[in-house]
């Protein structure tokens, strides 16, 4: 089969670290080719090299058999080359359309012929099996359909060769079977595909072949039917891995969260929670199953301070925290690790010392007065490195320059030594690796054991299955149903995910 890509030798150095270390790398024409990896293997990097955002130390990239130097992502473009980043850059107050041919726009004159920039759209959308509405505005569409907006601007300017960063961190299960077939549609176009990712069951579904890159080394490339997913968490991460999560039977306490008639509007002044009635205790993980988007997020900000509820009543440790500030409620012993950590976990241009004690910054060992410890602050930030081994140069290292799945250790780091009552966990292992997913899974089981209450929201559904003691599912802004963990299963919880019912004899619907 053709090379449509080879990568030889590639070297890349940061300060105090060697991202990839004389890496071989292949990809064939029509297929899909998983870059499999632990958080900060140097997976992102290589692939920013390929699209040009990186200048590699020492190697050479050949396209089609042709050498070729990139000075950055126009260079890429150009040679067909197309990426989709794990952040999306998408402009939110503009169009599906606006946004797909932006800098690229068809013209009728002087004036940008949007009519044409539809029809092109849609027609692009159709061939590939997109279901996208080209007027849609990006800020109303849910992030699976941004993905596909992403993927659609890269084809539009002529990728024949697609990277995919994470793809599948932010999708539902059924938008992750959406983009699968959309994969196969790209293939029988001769296309190939990269997926840069760390999610096992996707990579045997999805892939045909797979490259390990271990601590900026490649570890070995192998068929993907020609392997199995514990061998490659054990080439991935070095050692054998738990992809099975043990804890005992919950010894449910008292009372710590109770929320009553919860409603609250989102960004567009709409009703996103209406009504919600929840319960959770001392000693237990109480998990929210739903598709994005059905009111999770909106139901969490409530609960964090983020947003005020337009009804209803939060009552945490026998106190009303309704429409409290942020800062009252984690100073009342409330932890979130929240689902956007660019945007709500971390100060991307502070160093990891300073994001190590955010929420915790004026309070003592780390203040005295008007005054910041920074010996005691240091020595908490290099205590939490080392404990979820938080892989960085050194703790002055602005978050920003952490990869993806080390920047979400940090803050999940950060709110467990909070020592909360609460701890809220949103998406905690959003674009994690296995081993990092075994350890943050461990230490939530271990908060539960410790008698704190969890609340964990999470879009993956084995995930809440292996986690929760009892499970809510959330459908258009209501719980429909609160299921014990043992009589819960996929089959069920896909039902209620869905807006169906199930047997009430099969539900418990208080959980009170």
């Known amino acids: 089969m053709n090379k449509v890509i080879e990568m030889k030798g590639i070297t890349k150095v940061f300060p105090g670290t060697v991202a990839n270390d004389n890496v071989d790398f292949e990809l064939l024409k ?7 990896g632990e958080n900060g293997a140097g997976k992102t990097t290589l692939m920013n090299i390929l699209y040009g955002l990186y200048t590699p130390e020492r190697g050479e990239i050949f396209v089609n058999g042709k050498s070729l130097k990139f000075s950055g992502p126009n260079d890429a473009i150009k040679n067909g080359i197309g990426m989709v980043h794990q952040h999306f850059m998408l402009v939110s107050n503009f169009t599906v359309a606006e946004n797909i041919v932006l800098g690229m726009e068809p ?13 092109d759209v849609k027609e692009l959308s159709d061939k590939y099996g997109f279901a996208i509405d080209p007027k849609a505005y990006i800020e109303d569409i849910s992030v699976g359909q941004q993905q596909k907006v992403e993927i659609l601007k890269a084809i539009y300017r002529g990728a024949d060769v697609l990277i995919l960063d994470e793809p599948t961190a932010v999708l539902t299960p059924q938008e992750i079977d959406e983009l699968g077939e959309i994969i196969e549609n790209l ?12 999610k096992l069951k996707e990579v045997m579904k999805m892939s ?10 490649i570890t070995g490339t192998v068929n993907t039917k020609e392997t199995n997913i514990d061998e490659l968490a054990e080439l991935m991460v070095g050692r054998k891995v738990k992809l099975t999560i043990s804890k005992e039977e919950s010894k449910r306490g008292r009372e710590v969260l109770k929320v009553e008639g919860l409603k609250v509007k989102d960004h567009r002044d709409v009703l996103a929670v209406k009504g919600v009635d929840l319960t959770v205790d001392a000693g237990e993980i109480l998990g929210i199953a739903g598709v994005d988007g059905n009111g999770q997020s909106e139901f969490i900000e409530a609960l964090t301070g983020l947003k005020k ?41 502070y160093s990891l010392y300073e994001n190590s004690i ?108 292996a986690l929760s ?11 429909v149903d609160i299921l014990d963990r043992k009589d819960a299963d996929e089959k069920k919880i896909g039902i209620l995910m869905a807006g169906g019912n199930l047997d009430k004899k099969e539900s418990v619907n208080t959980g009170e």
Not at 30 to 36: A, G, M, P
Not at 208 to 217: P, S, W
Not at 391 to 411: F, Y
Not at 469 to 479: K, L
Request: charged content about 35%.
């Open 30 to 36: 029509s297929e899909t080719h998983v870059l499999l």
């Open 309 to 349: 509820p337009e009804e209803g009543k939060i009552i945490f440790n026998g106190k009303d925290i309704s429409g409290k500030s942020s800062k009252y409620i984690t100073d009342s012993g409330v932890g979130h690790i929240p689902e956007d950590r660019h945007k709500r976990g971390l100060v991307l241009r």
């Open 358 to 465: 955010l929420g915790m910054h004026y309070k003592k060992p780390f203040s005295g007065g008007i005054s910041i410890n920074y010996k005691k602050v240091r020595e908490h930030c290099k205590t939490l490195i080392e404990e979820f081994d938080i892989r960085t140069p050194n703790d002055e290292v602005e978050a920003a320059a952490l990869s993806g799945g080390n920047q979400q250790k940090l803050i999940a780091a950060r709110e467990i030594s909070k020592n909360p009552d609460l701890l809220i966990a949103s998406q905690p292992t959003r674009g994690l690796d296995v081993g990092a997913i075994e350890y943050i899974h461990k230490r939530i089981v271990q908060e539960r054991d410790k008698g704190k209450a969890v609340l964990l929201v999470s879009l993956e559904l084995d995930e809440v299955l």
């Open 187 to 198: 293939k029988k176009e001769g296309k190939s595909v990269i997926l840069i990712t760390h």
């Open 107 to 119: 013209r009728k004159g002087i004036k940008i012929d949007i009519k044409k920039a539809i029809r």
């Open 208 to 217: 045909d072949r797979v490259t390990i890159i271990r601590r900026g080394k």
């Open 469 to 479: 003691d009892r499970i809510a599912v959330m459908y258009d802004g209501s719980i």
